[in-house]
C-alpha cells in the first residue's frame, strides 16, 4: 500500500495534557469513542482526561470505571486522578490503579468539586510527590473570587464584562505563587492549567527560576480572543478562567515563544448548543470544544509566519510529552510501532465550522474562522485514525493507556533552608 504525502510534513501527533470527556455522567456532551474521534482529526494522537466527571475521579474504583469506559478510544490517553479536599486517603490508591497525573481545583468550575483548603494540598502534593506524577492545576484562588462575586452581584452587576471583573487575575496571580511554594517544599511536579493572564506568567517564571519543577499550557481561547469578543460572542465565550484582555493574550503569545509557557492544550471542555446559548452568560456552562481545531488554529500562525513549524512541534508535542513523562516513547517523529504522526498539508484551507466537528459539543467561539493548514492524516502507533480528513473505521479500541510507557521518577523536595540561607547571605533578609 503506498500512501503519497509528497509535499506534505509529517510531525509527531499532538499532546493535549487537557481534555473533558465527560464519561462517565454527561455522556450527552461528549463520550470516550466521539472525544478521541475528535482527537484523531484534529492531528491529536494522546490526550490527558480530567477528573471532573460524574462521578469524579476521586479513588481508584472511579479510575477503574473510567479506564472501562475508555476502552473506545481510538488515541492513546492519560487519565487524571482528583485532589480534592476530601479524598486524600484515596490518593495512593489512585496511584496504585494507574492515574497518570492529578488534577486540583484549587477554584470553583463545572462540576462543582471542593477547592481543597492549603492544608489538604500540602498533603496530597506529599503523597503525590513519591510517586513522581505531576499535579496540574486548576489556579483560581475559591476565596477571594467568592467574596468580590458577592460584592459585585449585591452591586447589580449584568454587563458582560462583569465575567473578567469577577474573576480577577490575582485570583490567578495568588493561586500560582501559592501552589509553587507548596511544591518547593514537597518536591511535587506541577502545572498551570489554562494560563489566561499576564499576572500568572511573573509567579510562573519566579518558581522556573529557583528550581521548582513546573510546567505551564495556555489554550487557544487565551490567544485568539480577548474582552473585545464578548459582545459578538456572549454566553458562547464563558469560560473558566475567562478570556480576558488583549494585554493579556499578547503576553502569553510572547511567553509561549521564550518558553515560560511550556505547551498548548485545549480544554476541550464541549457542551451542548442549548447548554452554551443562554441570555446571561452566568447561565452558561462553562468551556468549549478544541481538540478537533487547535492544530488548524496554529498553523495558520505558522503559516502567517509568527511561529515555526519547529516550535509548534515543541509546544504540541515534545513539551507535554517530556513534562508527563512520555518522553521519547512519544513527542517525537517514529517510525513503525511507536509512530505517532500528524500529515500536514501547511496549504489547507478550512473554515471552522460547529456543524462539522466531531465532538458532541456542537458550539465553538471559532466559528467562521479561515484556517490555512490542517493534519489531513493522523497514526497512532503506526496505524490511521484519520485518513484523508476522513475517520477509519472500526478504530474504536485502538488507543491505550500510556501507564506502560510513562516514567516520571520520584520527585526530591527543594532544600528550603538552603534557598533561606542564600536569600540571608545575597542581603535580601536583614
Ligand atoms: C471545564 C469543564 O467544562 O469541564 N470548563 C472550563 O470552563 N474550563 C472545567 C475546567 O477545566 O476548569
Ligand atoms: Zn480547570
Ligand atoms: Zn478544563
Given amino acids: 500500500e503506498v500512501v503519497d504525502v ?3 510534513h509529517l510531525i509527531p501527533g499532538g499532546i493535549d495534557m487537557h481534555v473533558h470527556f465527560r464519561e462517565p ?5 461528549e463520550d470516550w469513542g466521539t472525544g478521541t474521534q475528535a482527537a484523531a482529526m484534529g492531528g491529536v494522537t494522546t490526550v490527558f482526561e480530567m477528573p471532573n466527571t460524574n462521578p469524579p475521579t476521586r479513588s481508584a474504583i472511579e479510575l477503574r470505571q473510567k479506564q472501562d469506559c475508555a ?3 481510538c ?5 487524571y486522578g482528583l485532589l480534592a479536599e476530601d479524598n486524600i486517603d484515596e490518593i495512593p490508591g489512585l496511584i496504585e490503579a494507574g492515574a497518570n497525573a492529578f488534577k486540583c481545583f484549587m477554584g470553583n468550575t463545572f462540576g462543582n468539586l471542593p477547592s481543597p483548603s492549603t492544608g489538604a494540598m500540602l498533603e496530597g502534593f506529599e503523597l503525590i510527590a513519591a510517586s513522581g506524577l505531576r499535579i496540574s492545576l486548576h489556579a ?14 449585591a452591586a447589580g452587576l449584568s454587563a458582560p464584562l462583569h465575567h473578567i471583573a469577577a474573576r480577577p487575575e490575582v485570583v490567578a496571580i495568588e ?9 518547593e517544599w514537597t518536591g511535587a511536579r506541577i502545572h498551570v492549567l489554562h494560563i489566561s493572564s499576564a ?5 510562573l517564571a519566579e518558581a522556573k527560576a529557583r528550581g521548582v519543577d513546573v510546567t505551564g499550557e495556555t489554550c487557544p481561547c487565551y490567544l485568539f480572543l480577548d474582552s473585545r469578543d464578548y459582545d459578538r460572542l456572549g454566553s458562547i465565550i464563558r469560560i473558566n478562567p475567562p478570556v480576558r484582555e488583549e494585554k493579556d493574550s499578547k503576553a502569553i503569545w510572547d511567553a509561549l515563544q521564550s518558553g515560560v509557557v511550556d505547551m498548548i492544550a485545549t480544554d476541550h471542555a464541549p457542551h451542548t448548543p442549548e447548554e452554551k446559548r443562554k441570555d446571561i452568560i452566568w447561565q452558561a456552562d462553562c468551556g468549549f470544544p478544541g481538540v478537533e481545531t487547535q492544530m488548524p488554529l496554529m498553523l495558520t500562525e505558522v503559516v502567517a509566519g509568527r511561529m515555526t513549524l519547529e516550535h509548534y512541534v515543541r509546544i504540541s508535542s515534545a513539551n507535554p510529552a517530556r513534562a508527563f513523562g512520555l518522553y521519547p516513547m512519544k513527542g517525537r517523529l517514529a517510525v513503525g510501532a511507536h509512530a505517532d504522526i500528524a500529515v500536514l498539508d501547511m496549504a489547507r484551507e478550512e473554515i471552522v465550522q460547529a456543524a462539522r466537528l466531531h465532538s458532541r459539543g456542537k458550539i465553538t467561539p471559532f466559528e467562521g474562522r479561515k484556517t490555512i493548514g490542517a493534519p489531513v492524516h ?14 477509519v473505521p472500526d478504530m474504536a479500541g485502538h488507543g491505550r493507556q500510556v501507564t506502560d510507557i510513562q516514567s516520571m521518577p520520584e520527585a526530591k523536595p527543594k532544600n528550603i533552608e538552603m534557598s533561606l540561607a542564600h536569600l540571608l547571605s545575597a542581603g535580601a533578609v536583614t
Fill in 6 to 8: 509528497s509535499g506534505h
Fill in 71 to 73: 476502552q473506545k478510544a
Fill in 25 to 29: 455522567g454527561y455522556t450527552h456532551k
Fill in 140 to 153: 483560581e484562588t475559591a476565596s477571594i473570587m467568592a467574596w468580590r462575586q458577592a460584592k459585585l452581584e
Fill in 175 to 183: 493561586a500560582v505563587a501559592r501552589a509553587a511554594i507548596l511544591a
Fill in 75 to 79: 488515541v492513546d490517553f492519560g487519565l
Fill in 378 to 391: 493522523t497514526l497512532v502507533r503506526g496505524c490511521f485514525v484519520q485518513r484523508d480528513r476522513m475517520l
Fill in 199 to 203: 499576572g500568572e506568567l511573573r509567579p
